[in-house]
């Protein structure tokens, strides 16, 4: 194998090239009838209302916390095992990300643990299905009524992912869902995102929020209109436009998504098989609430082997294995530690991190790819064994 394989690759084909080909081609290439056609499609995938699309799954999660009510003095409670964004999208309003510890074994947050964070200043919980293992959300539903809290699932690992049986999306305990479509997620518009919701009104916010808060609708306007011109801004909102030509890539990524997810699911069981047994480290675990959509494969290395984890990596690397590291928690970054947070508020997620590597998964790869990595893992622990 002389290729370096990477830890996640988008995979395009004739027909996705075919679609944004015929967009270029027409009448429209932004705002024009494929990003409505794709909400569509997308809201009816997961059993969702509406969907609304954003040009940035870190747009979607602004745009959903803003449309549910974050402000200026809020708090909100999160995990710090994520990608920067699922906290930074609260800072943007002015709101206090308050991280909560994960479970050992998923990675997710652990809910038994939120109430006790929970203040008079909080608003929401966001909870992220950490390597698309979903979290268990009723749970954290129950939580947030009893205490008059909003839901927001950042599901931008969990596309295609079933929480009891139902799909990451319906927002079923949720009032709003955040999906990611970056290259390495389950499907690709280039860059792009989207909120799903139930509620109406948060429908509405989201699509003025994501063109500067103005609206067309001759029902929401606040004055008299001026004539058949008219249209009104009615709160700051941002350019967050998806455009026609990433919605026709996404409809046509969409339609593949069954089989991303299937192939996602075989190559991790098939690692699952090869490590089932490993001294040097645990593979990921599925709860009973919970079908994958493995968006990564993470392994979690064993006491005697935390110590060594830069030098177990390098080689990895060193032969030519993309492996990675998700994450490193949010709070534990320079820009964090200036806002006062400090090392030590998640023991379990700093440990986490302590023992995690992602190792390489995407639909595309192929059985050599697959099987090169089972043989350099077996091979570099083996290494270290002594
Ligand atoms: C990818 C990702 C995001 C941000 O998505 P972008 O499209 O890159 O802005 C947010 N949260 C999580 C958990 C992600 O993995």
Redesign the pocket.
């Known amino acids: 194998m002389e290729k370096f394989i990477p830890y996640g690759r988008h995979f395009i084909d004739g027909d996705d090239i075919k679609a944004v080909v015929d967009v270029l081609r027409s009448d429209f290439i932004t705002q024009g009838p494929k990003i409505k056609e794709f909400e569509e499609a997308l809201a009816d995938y997961c059993g969702a209302k509406y969907a609304v699309c954003f040009n940035?799954?870190?747009?979607a999660?602004h745009a959903a916390y803003f449309a549910l009510g974050l402000q200026e003095g809020d708090e909100f409670i999160t995990t710090p095992i994520?990608?920067v964004?699922?906290a930074n999208a609260g800072l943007y309003l002015g709101a206090r990300p308050v991280f909560c510890d994960i479970e050992e074994d998923t990675g997710n947050i652990k809910s038994d643990l939120i109430e006790e964070k929970i203040s008079p200043r909080t608003k929401l919980i966001s909870v992220?299905h950490y390597a698309g293992h979903p979290v268990d959300v009723q749970k954290v539903r129950e939580v947030a009524d009893r205490c008059g809290l909003k839901v927001v699932e950042?599901a931008?690992?969990a596309l295609g992912a079933l929480y009891k049986g139902e799909k990451i999306g319906s927002c079923k305990y949720s009032d709003a869902t955040?999906f990611?479509?970056?290259p390495v997620?389950h499907i690709t518009t280039i860059?792009?995102?989207a909120v799903l919701t139930n509620g109406e009104n948060v429908y509405k916010k989201l699509l003025m929020f994501r063109n500067h808060g103005i609206t067309k609708s001759p029902e929401d306007m606040l004055s008299a209109s001026h004539g058949s011109w008219y249209y009104e801004m009615q709160f700051l909102g941002y350019n967050y436009r998806f455009s026609d030509v990433q919605a026709a890539l996404g409809l046509s990524q969409l339609k593949k998504l069954p089989f991303f997810v299937e192939k996602r699911r075989e190559i991790a069981s098939l690692y699952n098989e090869a490590f089932r047994n490993s001294p040097y480290f645990y593979i990921p675990v599925e709860k009973d609430y919970a079908t994958s959509s493995y968006h990564i494969y993470v392994i979690r290395l064993k006491d005697k082997f935390v110590e060594r984890k830069r030098e177990i990596f390098e080689r990895l690397r060193a032969w030519r294995l993309g492996v990675q590291v998700h994450y490193i928690p949010i709070y534990l970054h320079p820009y964090y530690q200036s806002l006062g947070y400090h090392r030590g508020l998640c023991p379990v997620a700093e440990d986490f991190y302590e023992r995690a590597i992602t190792l390489p998964l995407f639909p595309s790869m192929k059985k050599e790819e697959i099987s090169y990595v089972v043989k350099t893992v077996h091979e570099v622990f083996n290494e270290f064994a002594v």
Do not use: R, Y
């Open positions: 940035s799954g870190t747009s999660l994520s990608f964004a699922t992220v950042d931008c690992h955040v990611s479509f970056h997620k860059e792009g995102g």
